[in-house]
Nanobody, 118 residues
């Protein structure tokens, strides 16, 4: 079994920063990639940023230059540094990982709320 546990969400003023973490645990052989998604009320879940085990990254246009994704392979943990936050960044943020155990599967965390408001 694999578990993904997110942390770091909260309430922040516009222009502020937050750092999200997502730690994977369980019978992990290797992690292929990890991604952050978000879902605002009434909207579809969208990908925010992704990173491969080799360190390649990609970002949604809406967060380029403001968000940075990174991964600590030794800790099986992915981070999302969010700067210059805007009210439209408010959403539940979910971690997703493609992980090899006895098979290769996609796993989701429980989500963490980010609210950007004055």
């Amino acid at each position: 079994q694999v578990q993904l546990v997110e942390s770091g969400g909260g309430l922040v003023q516009p222009g502020g920063s937050l750092r999200l973490s997502c730690a994977a645990s369980g019978s992990i052989v290797s992690i292929n990639s990890m991604r952050w998604y978000r879902q605002a009320p009434g909207k579809q879940r969208e990908v925010v940023a992704g990173i491969t085990s080799g360190g390649s990254t990609n970002y949604a246009d809406s967060v380029k230059g403001r968000f940075t994704i990174s991964m600590d392979n030794a800790k099986n943990t992915v981070y999302l540094q969010m700067n210059s936050l805007k009210p439209e960044d408010s959403a539940v943020y979910y971690c997703n990982a493609v992980i090899r155990t006895s098979y290769i599967g996609s796993h989701w965390g429980q989500g963490t709320q980010v609210t950007v408001s004055s």
